[in-house]
């Protein structure tokens, strides 16, 4: 692993949140959503550089502060967030190495801890493969039939939720995510595409609190979390 990057896709449009600004733009805890999110992976020294998947025709880009950054680049993303992070994948393999690494992670999920990070990038190092940040399932889950009656209880043991960042060589999986999309069309993490391509994917247990803010509930618990973190209760 000589160099990790990262790759951050803010290109979607927050469509099950609403709401004219897109969720990446909404004010939070003092500052957009998007700078909480960038500051995270800014605070860590493993990261060398960061490229950012934005919707070029939005001009709200131009008031993020962290996009000055030295170490921050943009570009165009796409339609859906695979195209968006390949996009990014895109422009880092221009020019880094054979051996340079990536983290993926949601504009998204602004309650990223750097302790977290730095736990996702050190089992990647220590296994040589690649890694997730992942919560364990506390719910008892049930699986349903069509008409909504419960046919069975899951083993929850077995199940995680994948969180981001996810950590993988940037050769692989610009290829994986490249070949899946073309083969299954619709890829929802880089993990999945990893799996396709038959690569080991180690989980991580991320906090409850790195969640991707999704609908209206979880922007007031994300500014809650933020402000905690800013202030501790004492
Ligand atoms: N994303 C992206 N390009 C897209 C779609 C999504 O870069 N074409 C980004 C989003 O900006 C977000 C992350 O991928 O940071 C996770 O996607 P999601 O939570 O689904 O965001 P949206 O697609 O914006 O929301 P929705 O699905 O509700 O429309
Ligand atoms: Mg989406």
Same mark, same amino acid.
């Given at each position: 692993?000589?160099? %990790?990057?990262?790759? +951050?896709?803010?290109?979607?449009? $927050?469509?099950?949140?609403?709401?004219?600004?897109?969720? =990446?733009?909404?004010? %939070? /805890? $003092?500052?957009?959503?998007?700078?909480? @999110?960038?500051?995270?992976?800014?605070?860590?020294?493993?990261?060398?550089? %960061? +490229?950012?998947?934005?919707?070029?025709?939005?001009?709200? /880009?131009?008031? %993020?502060?962290?996009?000055?950054? +030295?170490?921050? =680049? @943009?570009?165009? $993303?796409?339609?859906?967030? /695979?195209h968006s992070v390949l996009a990014g994948l895109d422009l880092l393999a221009e020019d880094a190495s054979d051996e340079d690494w990536v983290l993926v992670h949601d504009a998204a999920r602004p309650c990223l801890p750097l302790k977290s990070l730095t736990a996702l990038i050190d089992c990647a190092r220590a296994e040589g493969e690649g890694a997730i940040l992942a919560a364990p399932v506390s719910d008892t889950l049930k699986q349903v039939d069509d008409s909504a009656k419960v046919t069975r209880t899951v083993d929850r043991s077995v199940l995680w939720r994948a969180q981001t960042p996810q950590l993988f060589p940037l050769i692989k999986l610009r290829r994986a995510l490249r070949q899946c999309l073309e083969e299954i069309g619709d890829v929802t993490d880089e993990a999945m595409a990893m799996e396709w391509a038959g690569e080991t994917v180690h989980v991580v247990e991320g906090p409850p609190s790195n969640i991707k803010v999704t609908v209206e509930a979880d922007l007031a618990y994300v500014d809650m979390m933020l402000r905690a973190e800013r202030e501790p209760l004492t």
């Open positions: 692993m000589k160099s %990790i990057w990262a790759v +951050v896709p803010a290109a979607g449009s $927050g469509r099950r949140l609403g709401g004219e600004i897109p969720k =990446q733009y909404r004010e %939070i /805890a $003092g500052a957009p959503l998007m700078e909480h @999110t960038l500051q995270a992976l800014l605070a860590s020294p493993d990261v060398r550089g %960061i +490229v950012v998947a934005l919707d070029p025709s939005d001009r709200r /880009a131009d008031a %993020i502060n962290s996009l000055a950054d +030295v170490r921050v =680049q @943009t570009v165009a $993303g796409g339609a859906e967030r /695979a």
